[in-house]
T-cell receptor
Framework: EAQVTQNPRYLITVTGKKLTVTCSQN?????MSWYRQDPGLGLRQIYY???????DKGDVPEGYKVSRKEKRNFPLILESPSPNQTSLYFC????????????FGDGTRLSIL | RKEVEQDPGPFNVPEGATVAFNCTYS??????FFWYRQDCRKEPKLLMS???SGNEDGRFTAQLNRASQYISLLIRDSKLSDSATYLC???????????FGRGTSLIVHP
C-alpha cells in the first residue's frame, strides 16, 4: 500500500530536549516536505527536498533541521525545542514528474512544555 | 496580498444545497492547482486536481480562471459527510513548489 509514515504520532516533551520526527515513503517519490499546521494559520512549509541530498527552506524553517540521506526518508529534527514549536506536523511526498499532488502522512502532534 | 487566499468561512448549508468556494492566487506563473479536503486535525487528502478546461468528479466541479487568477470548487447536493475544511493548493515554477491556502470550512447540517 502506498503510504507516507510518520513517527511518533504524538509526543509530549520538554523545552531543550532534542527530538526527531521520522518520515518515510514507499512510493519512490523524489519530492518530500514538512509542514506545520496551527489554528488560523493553515499549513506552513518548514523544509522541502527535491531529491537525495537536496534540501531547501520553506516559509518557517527557524528552529528546525532536516536531512535527506536516502530517497525514502526525510526526518525532521528539533535540536532545542521550544513551546512555540507545539503544533501539528505533516510530512508529504510526491513524484517529481509533471503536475502531481502530494500524499500526506497521518500527522504528528507535538507538545513542548 | 497573500499568495493564495481563501474565505475561511464557515459556510453553513443544509443538506442538498449547492455551495461554491473560490480561491485566488497572486502568482500569474502558477502552473498546477488542486483542491484538498481536511477533516478535523487529520491529514489533508486530495479531492481533485483542477484542469484548465474545468473538470467534474461526481458532485464536485472544479474550475480555473487564469485571467482573474482564481480557482473554484462547486459541491452539488451537499451531504453531511462533506463537512470539512477545503484547502486550495497552487504550485509554481518548474519545480511545482506548492502553496496552501488557509482553507474554507464547510458545515452541512440536516
Amino acid at each position: 500500500e502506498a503510504q507516507v509514515t510518520q513517527n511518533p504520532r504524538y509526543l509530549i516533551t520538554v523545552t531543550g530536549k532534542k527530538l526527531t520526527v521520522t518520515c518515510s515513503q514507499n512510493m519512490n517519490h523524489e519530492y518530500m516536505s514538512w509542514y506545520r499546521q496551527d489554528p488560523g494559520l493553515g499549513l506552513r512549509q518548514i523544509y522541502y527536498s527535491m531529491n537525495v541530498e537536496v534540501t531547501d527552506k520553506g516559509d518557517v524553517p527557524e528552529g528546525y533541521k532536516v536531512s535527506r540521506k536516502e530517497k525514502r526518508n526525510f526526518p525532521l529534527i528539533l535540536e532545542s525545542p521550544s513551546p512555540n514549536q507545539t503544533s501539528l506536523y505533516f510530512c508529504a511526498s510526491r513524484g517529481q514528474v509533471g503536475n502531481q499532488p502530494q500524499h500526506f502522512g497521518d500527522g504528528t502532534r507535538l507538545s513542548i512544555l | 496580498r497573500k499568495e493564495v487566499e481563501q474565505d475561511p468561512g464557515p459556510f453553513n448549508v443544509p443538506e442538498g444545497a449547492t455551495v461554491a468556494f473560490n480561491c485566488t492566487y497572486s502568482n500569474s506563473a502558477s502552473q498546477s492547482f488542486f483542491w484538498y479536503r481536511q477533516d478535523c486535525r487529520k491529514e489533508p487528502k486530495l479531492l481533485m486536481s483542477v484542469y484548465s478546461s474545468g473538470n467534474e468528479d461526481g458532485r464536485f466541479t472544479a474550475q480555473l480562471n487564469r485571467a482573474s487568477q482564481y480557482i473554484s470548487l462547486l459541491i452539488r447536493d451537499s451531504k453531511l459527510s462533506d463537512s470539512a475544511t477545503y484547502l486550495c493548493v497552487v504550485s509554481r515554477g518548474g519545480s511545482y513548489i506548492p502553496t496552501f491556502g488557509r482553507g474554507t470550512s464547510l458545515i452541512v447540517h440536516p
